[in-house]
């Protein structure tokens, strides 16, 4: 790759004026766009000096997100997004040292979007390309911003579409040694809603009437399974039996099934106390497998990360077994545990440095192993 004579300076914003610095550090731009938020990131030396995010409010309406709607979304968008996020750092592509961008995985159209976006920058440009797993990019947001987990740490990653307990040894080695075997913590969070009648999207609304409520009002089972996997589909038909009944005693009796206007007036008067029951349960279970995962490793410096992460519930009680098990625990900022490109950004930076690239070939994919 050439490295010219232009790579040597860029414009620093300074409220309204600019200087030109000498750049002397390793500078990512990072492109993520899995699912339905188009973000561009500028990094230096892993640190991230913007980061910018355009949503996409076409979905509410159809109660989650249409693939065909988010990739034309993301065409519209990106150009713009990356446009804002090197001038909100100061910065001018040519005084960018690679691209990063998400590979996998995600949704194919979306991926598509930015990879190829990246990969032609990338060309034109004449710059190193750095493809990214998006779940190591959450486990990675642990790194932007101190303090900082010690290396081996574990991690409990939580999304709408994943469920994970990750080793992760050292910035490019990690390894799942927990998971879902059916659905994700998110998932059960995002269903729950919409079985109570919650608009999309119903997690943050979940968690908003939890704070009000009671967890300890109604009961619901967690699932015995073995090992450090997770599963949610049981719970979630729990509650659906559970809604279905009104909240009798017949919790998970078929035979009896409430009117339609009975459920709905239980869920109305109750609602604060069901959110917050519902969630302490979906809770728990991930916190007793992280609490199992410290005990078999040996390891007491324990990350959060993934959109679930910004769970308020969550985020307290993660903190308060720590304390209790003396652990040294971390949790990204809210803004770097949805989906964002400062947490590609950083991967990109760590894997430039363990000269990890790739090139023009590499395809974006829905599905990829670690």
Request: charged share 20%.
């Amino acid at each position: 790759m050439n490295m010219s004579n232009e790579n040597l300076y860029t414009n620093e914003s300074c409220g309204s004026s600019a200087v030109l610095r000498r750049r002397d550090g390793l500078t990512i731009l990072a492109i993520e766009s899995s699912c339905d938020e188009t973000s561009a990131s500028v990094c230096v030396d892993g640190k991230i000096l913007s980061n910018f995010i355009a949503n996409q409010t076409v979905h509410e309406k159809y109660g989650g997100v249409v693939p065909e709607l988010a990739s034309r979304a993301h065409m519209q968008n990106i150009v713009p997004v990356v446009d804002t996020a090197l001038k909100n750092a100061g910065y001018e592509l040519n005084g960018i040292d690679a691209i990063a961008f998400t590979q996998a995985p995600g949704l194919i159209g979306s991926l598509l979007v930015g990879g190829e976006f990246a990969k032609s920058l990338a060309l034109a440009l004449d710059k190193p390309l750095i493809a990214v797993h998006h779940m190591q990019a959450h486990v990675l947001a642990n790194l932007i911003d101190d303090p900082r987990p010690n290396f081996p740490f574990l991690c409990l990653t939580v999304s709408g579409g994943h469920t994970q307990i990750v080793l992760c040894e050292s910035p490019t080695t990690m390894k799942v040694i927990g998971e879902t075997i059916d659905d994700a913590a998110g998932e059960a969070f995002d269903k729950s809603a919409k079985l109570l009648g919650l608009p999309y999207p119903g997690g943050p609304l979940v968690d908003k009437y939890a704070q009000q409520g009671n967890p300890d009002r109604f009961k619901f089972p967690e699932p015995k399974i073995a090992g450090l996997n997770f599963s949610f589909s049981g719970l979630k038909t729990s509650i659906l039996y559970f809604l279905q009944n009104a909240g009798t005693s017949n919790l998970f009796k078929e035979e009896f099934m409430a009117t339609e206007e009975e459920k709905l007036s239980f869920i109305e008067n109750n609602l604060a106390d069901i959110c917050a029951s519902i969630q302490q349960r979906i809770v728990t279970i991930l916190l007793n497998k992280v609490k199992k995962a410290s005990l078999e490793t040996g390891i007491t410096d324990i990350c959060l990360a993934g959109g679930v992460s910004a769970n308020s519930g969550l985020r307290k009680d993660f903190v308060e077994m720590g304390k209790k098990n003396h652990w040294n625990t971390f949790i990204p900022a809210f803004q770097y545990c949805t989906d964002n490109a400062a947490m590609i950004a950083i991967t990109g930076y760590h894997k430039y440095l363990a000269g990890q690239f790739a090139d023009l070939t590499v395809s974006s994919t829905a599905r990829a192993e670690w």
